[in-house]
């Protein structure tokens, strides 16, 4: 049972990108990305109007924050000194940065953006004001493939979804509100994962629980990303659901079409449709499995069955520390990699050991929408599907009473 990722992890993670510092002209790297941040010295923070900085060099890693952030930021171990300015706009956050690197004896950096990201209102000058900047992409590239210690933090998240997926079926019936029926699941599992972990469970939230589970209903499960209608649940209706765990900050991705009461022959149909497609799909991933292709398969498959019209996204994407992350299952991804506007290469049109992918491709009639989503990790040798509850039809329909 993993809880929280080892240090290990992270002395790793500053050491690689120590490494592609080595191979520049830069001084020292610089990210301004929250999840960058998390990912190389585990500091989570809630990114407003206030900029973040990290810089590391072959020595130290050093990090700007603002005021309010000084105490969470001084219990990170691996972080050698702090600096931080008042507020926004009444401290000037890029300046600190500045003397941050002048400290750090950097004049030039190699950086995942040319100035802190606009959230929020923040408009302040670019990093190039200051120092000579080079763009990079390094974390985000390191993120694609996980580390076994990732995996077990992304399978232990996948067990508390289910956990809050079974609770979500079990509070579901014909008069309940999507809502509540929603914040008893996931508050139940929540409860569930925090009385079994104790001490053990590595806090990522606030104000909600560790454990998400919730669907749309009706006419809303015909837009891929629909909203909780303000409507009591009626026998009949189809449900689109959704449950994920936060474990340390890494998550999966849970999702099945339900049915209150028993289906009518055309969703039937329809489901068996979107069942076959995602088994299509779990059985052509592996290692060195051309990304696109998972996608292709699908997609012949629907042409096969005369419903490409009702097909709106692609079979799926990486998950981690993020709910979307690449690469993503697409058709058009191996093209991506070879065009000019990106740092991938050759080599990244194809699966690795480490990736972890949401397999979800869907189909969206003009009354209900059909989706199934797992999460399945490339190993060495094949996969491992990391989300379980079942795929079929007996065990997603709920009896009305």
């Known amino acids: 049972m993993a809880t929280r990722l080892p240090d290990g992890e992270f002395e790793a993670r500053l050491e690689r990108v120590r490494d592609r510092i080595a191979e520049t002209d830069a001084d020292a790297g610089v990210w301004f990305g929250a999840t960058s941040i998390e990912y190389l010295t585990g500091f989570d923070h809630i990114r407003t109007e206030r900029p973040v900085a990290l810089a590391v060099t072959d020595e130290r890693v ?20 702090f600096h931080h300015y008042a507020d926004y706009p009444g401290g000037d956050p890029m300046a600190t940065v500045a003397e941050m690197l002048d400290g750090l004896g950097a004049d030039a950096v190699a950086a995942d953006a040319e100035s802190a990201p606009g959230t929020m209102g923040y408009q302040g000058p670019p990093l ?23 995996v077990d933090l992304i399978r ?23 809502a509540t029926a929603s914040q008893r699941a996931s508050t139940d599992a929540s409860r569930a994962m925090l009385d079994a972990l104790g001490d053990r469970y590595a806090t990522r939230t606030r104000g909600t629980g560790p ?40 998550h999966s991705e849970l999702e099945r079409t339900m049915f209150l009461g028993e289906p009518t022959d055309e969703q039937v149909h329809y489901f068996e449709l979107v069942l076959e497609a995602q088994t299509i799909a779990i059985d052509a991933l592996g290692p060195g499995v051309p990304i696109a292709a998972v996608d292709e398969a699908v997609w012949s498959y629907f042409e096969e069955q005369g419903v490409t019209d009702l097909a709106q996204h692609h079979v799926g994407h990486n998950i981690g520390m993020e709910g979307h992350e690449p690469p993503y299952i697409d058709r058009g991804w191996g093209d991506h990699c070879e065009s000019d506007h990106t740092n991938y290469d050759a080599d990244d049109a194809a699966m690795r050991p480490g990736h972890v992918y949401t397999i979800e491709p869907g189909i969206y009639t003009d009354a209900y929408g059909y989706r199934h989503s797992d999460t399945v990790a490339i190993t060495e040798d094949g996969t491992e599907r990391l989300t379980y509850f079942p795929r079929d039809l007996d065990g997603n329909v709920i009896p009305v009473e």
Do not use: C
């Open 211 to 250: 454990v998400t589970a919730g669907y749309i209903t009706g006419e809303q499960t015909r837009l891929p990303h629909g909203h909780t209608a303000n409507r009591r649940l009626e026998a009949g209706d189809v449900l689109i659901t959704g449950a994920t765990a936060n474990v340390d900050g890494y």
């Open 156 to 178: 232990e998240s996948a067990r508390w979804a289910n956990l809050g997926h079974r609770y979500l079926a079990d509070y579901t019936a014909v008069g309940a509100h999507p």
């Open 128 to 150: 190039s004001v200051f120092v000579d900047v080079e763009t990079q992409a390094w974390v985000r590239r390191m993120r694609w493939e996980k580390s076994d210690a990732e």
């Open 62 to 81: 050093e990090l700007t924050v603002p005021r309010l952030e000084v105490e969470r930021a001084s219990e990170i171990p691996r972080i050698d000194a």
